[in-house]
């Protein structure tokens, strides 16, 4: 049973905007608070590349190709991390996982999949 559980991607023109969302399943509120959060993404025959990340301390990194158009943000009350992604361009096209590391865990997401069309 997956733990993190990815939602939002999809089919979208350039130019356009998708909200990507990941939730851990079973998570207390405790742990969402002290785990760093992240989205990588990867294409066909590329290694998994970070775009952002965001601290237990909300501060929040972003891959030099997203920065000014991706926000990472959390909400602890729903124990999700978001991805909102504007202005995108053909080259985000790729499948996006979310990453969870509080102490010795490391859990990914099962990834979701965004297409930019041009």
């Known amino acids: 049973q997956a733990q993190l559980v990815e939602s939002g991607g999809g089919l979208v023109q350039a130019g356009g905007s998708l909200r990507l969302s990941c939730r851990h399943s079973?998570?207390?509120?405790?742990?969402?608070?002290?785990?760093?959060m992240s989205w990588y993404r990867q294409t066909p025959g590329n290694q998994r590349e970070q775009v952002a990340r965001?601290?237990?301390?909300?501060?929040?990194i972003y891959a030099d190709s997203v920065k000014g158009r991706f926000t990472i943000s959390k909400d602890n009350s729903r124990k999700t991390m978001y991805l909102q992604m504007n202005s995108l361009k053909p080259e985000d096209t790729a499948v996006y996982y979310c990453?969870?590391?509080?102490?010795?865990?490391?859990?990914w997401g099962q990834g979701t999949r965004v297409t930019v069309s041009s």
């Open positions: 965001i601290t237990s301390d909300g501060i929040t």
């Open positions: 990453n969870f590391v509080w102490g010795q865990n490391d859990v």
């Open positions: 079973r998570m207390i509120l405790s742990t969402f608070w002290s785990t760093t």
